[in-house]
Every structure is written in C-alpha cells, then in structure tokens.
C-alpha cells in the first residue's frame, strides 16, 4: 500500500490522479489541517493506492509520499548489543534520538528484537545484505 497526503488542499474530486490500473483503495479526509511526523508538515488528508504514483502525478497534485528509509541491525562490539542503521544516501548512519538534549541510541539485545523494531516503526524498511553477503564469499573463495 502506498500513502500519499495532500498538503495543499481537501482530498475531493479534481484533486487526485485516478490512473486508470490503480485507483485509490482508501480516501481519508481529516476533520483540521493534521502535522504528519513521517512529512513534517501539515496535510488534509491522505489517499492510498495499491501501487506507486509516479513522480509526476505526485508533483502534479501536490501531493507528499513519506520518505521510507532502509536500515538494518549492527552489532556493536563494544557494548555487545545490536544497534539500527539507517542508509542515508549511501552512508550508515545510527538510529537514534534526542533526549534532554543528547542523542540516545536504541540498543537491543538480540538481533531478532532489533530487526522487530525496524519492522514495526514507521518509515523504516528492514534493508538486505545478502548480496554484499554472497560477493564477499566469492572474493575468498577466488583468493584461494
């Protein structure tokens, strides 16, 4: 499912591509103008659709998709609990929040509760890594 929310305007008739294979599931209108964490910014309402918009429709009525961020656990060997990365264009970067001022990470102690904490939160996809998992098995095996 894929969420879109309008900024600009009520969700109504006129105001939302209908792409004739994928028309919205779910309409939702809300009753004020609602601050949305995974936009940070105010929105009407949202529609939902079982595909992806494209980047035109989205920019043609002005609509917000909430930025998806892919992230994976990481053991740290230091504290020996698992932490959260998240892939910042390119770059890992750790998952945490600010507290009275300092920046706390999430630790976990086992890797099964940190992949269920990427899985549950919103705007967090469990990233893979088997591929660069597979490449490095082939760069030794080739090294023999």
């Known amino acids: 499912m894929h ?7 009520p969700v109504s008739l006129g105001t939302y591509p209908k792409p004739k294979d994928n028309k919205p599931v779910n309409i939702e209108n809300f009753d004020l103008k609602t601050y949305i964490p995974e936009i940070k910014c105010e929105a009407y309402g949202y529609l939902e659709y079982e595909q992806p918009l494209t980047s035109r429709q989205v920019a043609t009525y002005e609509l917000k998709e909430p930025k ?13 609990k698992w932490n959260i990365v998240v892939d910042h264009y390119g770059e890992e970067i750790k998952l945490g929040h600010e507290e009275k001022g300092f920046v706390k ?15 549950k ?19 030794n095996k080739d090294d023999r």
């Open 3 to 9: 969420r879109y929310y309008s900024t600009e305007r």
């Open 68 to 80: 998806i961020y892919e992230a994976r656990p990481k053991f740290n060997r230091t504290s020996h």
């Open 105 to 119: 990470y999430s630790e976990f102690d086992t890797k099964a509760d940190a992949v269920d904490y990427i899985n």
């Open 121 to 139: 939160k919103e705007g967090l996809q469990l990233k893979s890594y088997m591929g660069n998992i597979l490449k490095k098995y082939r760069r």
